[in-house]
């Protein structure tokens, strides 16, 4: 047995506050992760799918919106959504609170994911090149090389 938080007391001041929880709690069969995000914050880089890992997000408090291949989908404070693998979606807070969610994976080791973003050149959600180093993730265009979206 293992017990712990999922959250530190000054996660409060942090815009995105993310936790991982699976190595503190020993899970092995499941990945069980702890977002934090003001409004206008996405909980993930890219409109993505996981071909074998089910997710489900539970809403602890704000909202959770999230851009799926049937629509934007509201999952509110006390709600809980499943995404099968090979499910598209990217969760954001579109809200006026700060959103605050708990992601369980299994298996724990999300494995093949096709990520993809919104293109302005190509006007569409398209695949993703990830230029990663030590302090900061660029994400280029596949089709057109234009950049995508830059986080440090
Ligand atoms: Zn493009």
Known sequence: MRKTELSHPDSETQSRYFNALSEALGA???????????????????YHRHREQEEVFIVLSGTATFDTADGEISVETGETIRFAPGEWQRGWNRGSERLQVLALGAPREAGPTDLRRECPSCDQRTPVIVDESDTEVIFYCKDCGTETGQYT
Do not use: L
């Open 28 to 46: 092995d069969g499941i990945a069980v992760n702890y977002f934090e995000r003001d409004p206008g914050m996405s909980i993930g880089d890219c």
